[in-house]
């Protein structure tokens, strides 16, 4: 059974940093592309980020230059370094992971509520 869970959000002040993590189970973890979305109230979740198994990364337009996934896969985790953080970045995170670069996301976390406020 795969489990994903995500920790590290939080009340931050526009300018601020913060980075979330988010620990794997149940996968070959080194093996899946991951990935970090985010729902703002109202919105339709966007795809933030993501990593390949061999450490590729894209990012949203919108998040360039700010903020940066990574993962340790000794540890089964990847990670958001969000910096320069913005009140529109306001939302909640979700982790994801998938089999392939072939598939869509299909794992899912349970989320963790980042609020950037001005």
């Known amino acids: 059974q795969v489990q994903l869970v995500e920790s590290g959000g939080g009340l931050v002040q526009a300018g601020g940093s913060l980075r979330l993590s988010c620990a794997a189970s149940?996968?070959?973890?080194?093996?899946?592309?991951m990935g970090w979305y985010r729902q703002a109230l109202g919105k339709q979740r966007e795809l933030v980020a993501q990593?390949?198994?061999?450490?590729?990364?894209n990012y949203a337009d919108s998040v360039k230059g700010r903020f940066t996934i990574s993962r340790d896969n000794a540890k089964n985790t990847v990670y958001l370094q969000m910096n320069s953080l913005k009140p529109e970045d306001t939302a909640v995170y979700y982790c994801?992971?998938?089999?392939?670069?072939?598939?869509?996301?299909?794992?899912w976390g349970t989320g963790t509520q980042v609020t950037v406020s001005s």
């Open positions: 994801a992971a998938r089999e392939s670069l072939l598939k869509g996301y299909n794992y």
């Open positions: 149940g996968l070959i973890f080194s093996l899946n592309p």
């Open positions: 990593i390949t198994s061999s450490g590729s990364t």
